[in-house]
């Protein structure tokens, strides 16, 4: 059984109350409309809306003043956020927005581990929300302009004769630490830059159990075969849709074949490599670097965030 986590991963945690019972009251929504303390959480082409101090960014919501007429069924309820009710709102991407001085519409992933945890969950969750919307217009059965239900959390097909009803969906994917004695093993894409290697990862496919995937995932990624598979820790990752499954893996073989040409190297390494920066390692909101990051601290007297040569990222993967 893997050791229980001292705190959520970045994007994960109960960073808001999603009031799921909200959804379906129409009168509850329209107060919540008309409440000047509503939050609205705007999205412009993926990018969230971020003020930058010296203190670190921050999320910028805005509240009911700075918005113009709304259209509530392009809203999407998301819940209730530190007190007051907070929907995601999309700005078309052909209007540029109308933003103060200190603001700027970034991309969540390069700056999530920046943010309060609290926001960089709610930012992930409406850009998320968003996402799934724009890619649902229409049906999948029929082609006809779906419709939006259940304050945004249902897509449902305007035809009588179809009515198919679509919900947000999410692509789970392992993520995984393979070690062997004193080792783990790290790979890297060629579409990297120079010696940035990560975690192996992988899509589930129908039909298969995560340890089954986490299995074939190293098989074809490396050739290396596992025997033991051991869960560790989920993370939201709506980079575009993901969630991240983490496990750590035991190696019943260590030899080392690149089969199917995902990868362009894979090596084992040793905390006294990692600690002397012979690879660089994800960006630590990441899932990726939670991994190793666990495994390292597990053997070693001096944690990995303060080893003084480690190197990091220094955008995401």
Same mark, same amino acid.
């Given at each position: 059984?893997?050791?229980?986590?001292?705190?959520?991963?970045?994007?994960?945690?109960?960073? @808001?109350?999603?009031?799921?019972?909200?959804?379906?009251?129409?009168?509850?929504?329209?107060?919540?409309?008309?409440?000047?303390?509503?939050? =609205?959480?705007?999205?412009?082409?993926?990018?969230?809306?971020?003020?930058?101090?010296?203190?670190?960014?921050?999320?910028?919501?805005?509240?009911?003043?700075?918005?113009?007429?709304?259209?509530?069924?392009?809203?999407?309820? &998301?819940?209730?956020?530190?007190?007051?009710?907070?929907?995601? &709102?999309?700005?078309?991407?052909?209007?540029?927005?109308?933003?103060?001085?200190?603001?700027?519409?970034?991309?969540?992933? @390069?700056?999530?581990?920046?943010?309060?945890?609290?926001?960089?969950?709610?930012?992930?969750?409406?850009?998320?929300?968003? &996402?799934?919307?724009?890619?649902?217009?229409?049906?999948?059965?029929?082609? #006809?302009?779906?419709? #939006?239900?259940?304050?945004?959390?249902?897509?449902?097909?305007?035809?009588?004769?179809?009515?198919?009803?679509?919900?947000?969906?999410?692509d789970p994917a392992v993520i995984v630490l393979i070690t062997s004695g004193e080792c783990a093993l790290l790979g890297?894409?060629?579409?990297?830059?120079?010696?940035?290697?990560?975690?192996?990862?992988?899509?589930?496919?129908?039909?298969? /159990?995560?340890?089954?995937?986490?299995?074939?995932?190293?098989?074809?990624?490396?050739?290396?075969?596992?025997?033991?598979?051991?869960?560790?820790?989920?993370?939201?990752?709506? =980079?575009?849709?993901?969630?991240?499954?983490?496990?750590?893996?035991?190696?019943?073989?260590?030899?080392?074949?690149?089969?199917?040409?995902?990868?362009?190297?894979?090596?084992?390494? #040793?905390?006294?490599?990692?600690?002397?920066?012979?690879? /660089?390692?994800?960006?630590?909101?990441?899932?990726?670097?939670?991994?190793?990051?666990?495994?390292?601290?597990?053997?070693?007297?001096?944690? @990995?965030?303060?080893?003084?040569?480690?190197? @990091?990222?220094?955008?995401?993967?």
């Amino acid at each position: 059984m893997a050791a229980p986590r001292s705190h959520p991963n970045v994007l994960a945690g109960p960073y @808001l109350d999603r009031a799921a019972h909200w959804r379906k009251d129409e009168q509850r929504l329209l107060a919540a409309l008309a409440d000047p303390d509503t939050l =609205f959480v705007p999205v412009w082409r993926t990018q969230s809306l971020i003020v930058v101090s010296e203190e670190g960014p921050v999320a910028r919501m805005y509240d009911r003043d700075r918005l113009g007429e709304i259209d509530p069924t392009e809203l999407i309820l &998301l819940g209730e956020f530190r007190g007051r009710c907070c929907f995601a &709102l999309e700005i078309p991407a052909d209007r540029l927005p109308e933003i103060e001085i200190t603001e700027q519409f970034r991309d969540l992933r @390069l700056l999530a581990g920046d943010l309060p945890a609290d926001e960089a969950g709610v930012l992930a969750y409406a850009r998320a929300m968003i &996402l799934w919307r724009e890619r649902h217009r229409y049906c999948g059965r029929c082609g #006809s302009p779906t419709l #939006s239900r259940k304050a945004g959390h249902v897509r449902e097909c305007s035809s009588e004769s179809c009515g198919l009803p679509q919900f947000p969906r999410i692509d789970p994917a392992v993520i995984v630490l393979i070690t062997s004695g004193e080792c783990a093993l790290l790979g890297r894409q060629a579409s990297w830059l120079p010696e940035r290697y990560s975690t192996i990862a992988g899509f589930v496919e129908p039909g298969e /159990s995560l340890e089954d995937a986490v299995a074939r995932e190293v098989r074809e990624e490396t050739g290396v075969i596992v025997d033991r598979v051991d869960y560790h820790s989920s993370q939201p990752w709506p =980079f575009p849709t993901s969630l991240m499954l983490g496990f750590t893996a035991h190696a019943a073989t260590t030899e080392v074949h690149l089969h199917d040409a995902e990868l362009e190297d894979a090596r084992w390494l #040793s905390r006294e490599q990692i600690a002397n920066g012979e690879v /660089s390692l994800p960006t630590t909101h990441s899932i990726s670097f939670r991994l190793i990051e666990d495994w390292f601290d597990a053997g070693s007297e001096l944690p @990995l965030r303060v080893q003084p040569h480690v190197r @990091l990222w220094t955008a995401p993967r």
